[in-house]
């Protein structure tokens, strides 16, 4: 008879096949392990092309950068060409003798390229009309001949003026963007006295009203953009120098003022963005007054 005992002994043993036989079973291999050796080779590959193309393209690159040199060579040696013509031309009052190139091909068994062809032509070209107007000359001129000076003593003072100029500015300005109000507007005080006339001094005054107003000192950077406005109505800063008047008019409640100031800058420059700002401020002249001491404005 069949015993319990021989039963659970069956079971282990058909559990210890079953594990066996699970273990036995192979994994399937992951697609890309099994791909990228073919994958790794296509991309070299594609790189190699990539090289050869780039390749390619700097030495068409090169040739054709040769093309153009040796086009505008030929081009210089023709204008020199015409200009000594031209320079024959106004000294000699005879007609000129010029050597046309002939228009046959060369004794040589190398044909002309294309290129050295199309110049021969030009140059004809260029014979044939000098040619016609020296023999329209009736006159000989006279060469003025202006000998060339050395630079006089005003002009190498002017040179050096101009880069003091420039250190100076450039010093008061750092000194301003730097938040060194009180010393940037004595810097540009004292700029403007030395180079009253100099080629910054519109760009002193705009900036030497900002340092007053970064101070407080509504009325001082009044003086200084007014001077601006009146002396350099081409100036860059002319638009923005009729801004910030506007503004210090409008703080101290001169509304009239104020609104000259913005309809001459809207005149000036209608269709820029600072000309919107004015419109904006000029419907802001019903309303509270504004500050006009802000910090340095940016940009304008």
Known sequence: MFRASDMKQALFAACILGLLGGCATEKPIDPWIRDKDAVVARMQIGEEQQTAQSQQIQELTRQLIKVQRSDKKQSSQLAAMEASFQALRERLGSPVVIHRIPQHAPTSSHKPSPAARKMEQKINRATQAI?????????????????????????????????????????????????????????????????????????????????????????????????????????????????????????????????????????NQPNSSIAEQARARLKALKQKPITATNPIVRGQ
């Open 131 to 267: 040619t016609h107007t020296i023999e329209q000359t009736k006159q000989p001129v006279t060469p003025t001949v202006q000998p060339t000076a050395p630079p006089s003593t005003t002009q190498r003072m002017k040179k050096i003026n101009s880069v003091d100029e420039k250190n100076s500015y450039t010093a008061a300005y750092l000194a301003l963007k730097s938040g060194r109000f009180e010393e940037a507007s004595k810097q540009f005080e004292a700029h403007l006295v030395k180079f009253s006339q100099g080629s910054l001094t519109d760009q002193s005054l705009y900036w030497l009203g900002e340092s007053y107003l970064a101070q407080q000192q509504p009325d001082k950077a009044k003086k200084a953009f007014s001077t601006l406005i009146r002396s350099y109505p081409t100036s860059s800063k002319f638009s923005a120098s009729l801004m910030r008047l506007g503004l210090i008019y409008q703080q101290d409640g001169h509304k009239a003022e104020a609104k000259a100031a913005y309809l001459q800058l809207i005149q």
